[in-house]
């Protein structure tokens, strides 16, 4: 009996994960904002942000990564949930404000810009939720200007198999390899990508992947 509720437990928040919604949605949100300080340091650091540059942060959730984005000329974030949308505005109102962060509720996987929008690209623990990498990657060519960079973190999968709350009913794992053949099937030309390592607290591996991005003709 305490096994089944733990998995359906599990299964709940691995459910907000996925999409956050409400009340449950907000505590998640802050439990990952802690969790994801090192990630996001990692990712934004990897982005290389120059004062000219328009960033997407596709799954912004809270808006944890944006506040660290102040480099950049223009950020818009977007995200699936109204919750998360709300949130990363409260962390970001000023930004909001003074016309340097923009806001949008929308689907990674039909993203909603124009070609040659975008100069820098975070993805940061979306791809558990990406049945569909190489289309992902297609939508982000289709709005990039040219030498675009896209830098993308998850948890490596060996760190993820006892957490019940993200087990494979809820997230795709990924391993180094995997995560390379992705960017593989994706068109991204070895010269063009790197897959690093980072370790963080309590023993847990994640890994930052960076592709340089070109438009498709």
Known sequence: MIERWKAQAGLAVGRQLRHPSGASGRLV???????NRKPIQAVVGSL???PTDRVLDIGCGDGSAIAMMSRANHVVGLDQSDTMIAAAWRRNRAAVRCGRLSL?????MA???GPKAFDKFAAINILYFCDDVPTLIAGIRRIARPDARLAVYVTAA??????????TATHRHFTRELLVQELERSSVPESDRSVEEIALPGGLTGLVATARINPRD
Do not use: Y
């Open 104 to 108: 949008r509720k929308g689907d990674m």
């Open 158 to 167: 060996e760190s993820m198999h006892d957490w019940g709350f993200a087990t």
């Open 48 to 50: 290389d942000l120059q």
């Open 29 to 35: 949100g802050t439990v990952m904002r802690f969790a």
């Open 111 to 113: 993203l909603p810009f």
